[in-house]
């Protein structure tokens, strides 16, 4: 199968046109003809992953493996050391960023992983809800399967909430609920918020967005004729 192929399959399932202007989803590396024998799903690619990825194969992630312009193909920064790796390899790498989040990702997320129920909203998702707060503190810990979650408290009751996975907090003027969720909340962000009187929940950025492996192979299933493998990137924080 050719990149080509899978990538007008992705295009199908979630236009590359839809994506932001700073944003650099579609193929990072790689050539449109070359052939491949598999493909691998991640959240974002890293040095593990890349040590098992089969030669000849193409690997999808959520996030872009270059954002920024590269002067230099010389290993001394994330970006270049995994570009040569993967040229060694013949590894080509298609991502689907910001134009799968309005599409799939936020609503995935808040359907499948939260159960709760509403509309997207470009960049976000409002599910209509009616609990005091700390439940809803709870009850997303459970749901994600997570022993701690940053928080800001600003009101005792929630009826909407806002989800916007990754870091979503450059959105903040947009929310129309009594809580956001999003991940990679700043200290000023938190105070601006506690004063508009919009509650917090830092879902993450990693714990957010790790579910974009299963929602796009779900998705993939039985529309593409090669081997699909889900695989994932390690979160780089730990709670010591």
């Known amino acids: 199968m050719k990149v080509r192929t899978v990538y007008d399959i992705l295009d199908d399932i979630s236009s590359f046109s839809l994506q932001e202007e ?8 790689g050539d449109f003809e070359s052939e491949i024998s598999k493909i691998y799903i991640s959240l974002d690619l890293d040095e593990k992953i890349l040590e098992k990825v089969e030669e000849n194969s193409l690997i999808i992630t959520h996030h872009p493996l270059i954002f920024k312009a590269i002067k230099k193909v010389i290993p001394d920064k994330f970006s270049t050391k995994l570009l040569i790796k993967m040229i ?4 080509s790498h298609i991502a689907m960023h910001t134009n799968f989040d309005k599409t799939h990702l ?4 808040v359907k499948k992983i ?3 129920n509403g509309e997207s909203e470009d960049f976000m998702f409002y599910a209509d809800v009616d609990m005091k707060f700390d439940e809803l503190v709870e009850y997303v810990k459970r749901k994600m399967n997570l022993d701690y979650l940053r928080v800001v408290k600003a009101k005792e009751r929630v009826r909407k909430v806002a989800v916007t996975t990754g870091a979503g907090m450059s959105l903040l003027d947009l929310v129309k609920a009594d809580c956001f ?3 990679d909340i700043k200290y000023h962000e938190a105070m601006d918020a506690k004063v508009r009187g919009i509650n917090l929940i830092d879902i993450t950025h990693y714990h957010s967005e790790k579910y974009f492996v299963e929602c796009l192979y779900e998705i993939l299933d039985g529309r593409i004729d090669i081997e699909v493998i889900k695989t994932n990137s390690d979160d780089p924080f730990n709670l010591i």
């Open 22 to 29: 700073w944003d650099n989803s579609g193929l990072n590396v």
């Open 88 to 91: 060694e390899k013949n590894i």
């Open 106 to 109: 936020n609503e995935y997320f």
């Open 114 to 116: 939260l159960g709760f």
């Open 181 to 183: 969720l999003t991940g």
